[in-house]
């Protein structure tokens, strides 16, 4: 989930490369944003559960 947030955040970043962006484009690239960063809480979130529940028993 997290390479396909930062691929939809590219596509969304290369379609206004040659122009200026719209209010679409816009908002766009500000959802993109959201879901890498979502994307990337939840790999860290789950790394964290992961790397706690390791410990000693």
Known sequence: PAILADVVLLDAQIMTID???TE???RR???ARRRVLA???ELANR???V???GGAA
């Open 19 to 21: 122009r200026t962006p």
């Open 51 to 53: 790397s706690l529940s």
């Open 24 to 26: 679409l484009d816009e």
């Open 47 to 49: 790394s964290a559960v």
């Open 29 to 31: 690239i500000r959802r």
């Open 39 to 41: 994307a990337r809480r």
